[in-house]
């Protein structure tokens, strides 16, 4: 459990870290890892401290609604919902 925390705490550092570097990885690019490291970490121990993992799941499914919100509008501008929503209505008419 903790190589996978560490892990993707390395990978959500170094994510935001390039998107607020605008792509930049050259050493122009890592004083955003040297202020967002401690700052996610800071919000993770805080959330550990205050909730426990109950918190840190709280917190990411309120993250990732808004994501879910534009998948599903993707979904319907691409005409997969419709498909999906008869595949389901179907295994329910069994």
Known sequence: MPTYLV????S???TVSTINAAGEES??????IIVWGPALNLVVGALLYVGGL????TAMVIGA???SFEMFQMC???GAVGSFLLGCLA????
Not at 7 to 10: C, Q, V
Not at 54 to 57: D, F, G, L, P, S
Not at 91 to 94: A, G, L, V
């Open 7 to 10: 892990s993707t705490a390395d």
């Open 12 to 14: 959500a550092i170094r």
């Open 27 to 32: 050493p122009k690019g890592r004083g955003h």
């Open 54 to 57: 109950a918190a840190i799941k």
């Open 65 to 67: 609604l808004p994501f």
């Open 76 to 78: 319907i501008s691409h």
């Open 91 to 94: 295994i329910q008419n069994r």
